[in-house]
């Protein structure tokens, strides 16, 4: 498995988590990387992206606000600081790297996903 995302857990609403996604082949240091998150019967939807030298990003209008995405290129690892979490981001959340080194809200931009981490937020 080239992309090991953690962190995920059972939380309460306004609380925080970080998720981390770690590359262990170490191929994705010049690409664009990404985090989506597919709730139960719903569409693997963006949630923020990251340039490959992290100063562009992007986010979600969902989320704009209260994640933070960033990444340590040293470590090979990408991270999802989320914040004042609500319900409504119960996911299961993936991260993924970009075909190209600029930021991308499009899924088919990406060649390479994680196995995912669920994150669950009770009212």
């Known amino acids: 498995v080239q992309l090991q995302a953690s962190g995920g857990g059972l939380v309460q609403a306004g609380t925080s988590l970080r998720l981390s996604c770690a590359d262990s082949r170490r191929t994705s240091s010049n690409n664009g990387m990404g985090w989506f998150r597919q709730a139960p019967g719903k569409e693997r939807e963006f949630v923020a992206t990251?340039?490959?030298?992290?100063?562009?990003?992007d986010y979600s209008d969902s989320v704009k606000g209260r994640f933070t995405i960033s990444r340590d290129r040293a470590k090979n690892t990408l991270y999802l600081q989320m914040n004042s979490l609500k319900p409504e981001d119960t996911a299961v959340y993936y991260c993924?790297?970009?075909?190209?080194?600029?930021?991308?809200?499009?899924?088919?931009?990406?060649?390479?996903w994680g196995q995912g981490t669920q994150v669950t937020v009770s009212s």
């Open positions: 990251i340039s490959w030298n992290g100063v562009s990003t």
């Open positions: 993924a790297v970009s075909i190209s080194s600029t930021t991308s809200r499009t899924r088919n931009t990406y060649r390479c």
